[in-house]
């Protein structure tokens, strides 16, 4: 399985040193979400997280691509 993520700040993070083969800034969230499979939303609930997934961001998931949310449920709008 190859795993990809996303982190507040990645300057200076090897994607190794986290677990993944791929780590995107928060600003790439639109690509990195087309290119997964599964996304499961594991992301504390502050005013920067609330509402990070909405319409335009499940319109660029691949179809079929579940969204696994254990983050709070005003994550997703």
Do not use: C, Q, W
Not at 31 to 58: K, N, Q, S, W, Y
């Amino acid at each position: 399985m190859r795993v990809v993520g996303s982190k507040r700040s990645v300057e200076g993070v090897e994607p190794a040193s986290v677990k993944m083969d791929k780590l995107y800034h928060p600003g790439d969230l639109l690509p990195m979400l087309g290119e997964a499979d599964f996304v499961v939303l594991i992301v504390p609930e502050t005013e920067e997280t609330r509402g990070l997934i909405g319409e335009r961001e499940l319109a660029s998931l691949k179809r079929g691509s579940p969204l696994i949310n254990i983050a709070r449920g005003s994550i997703v709008d």
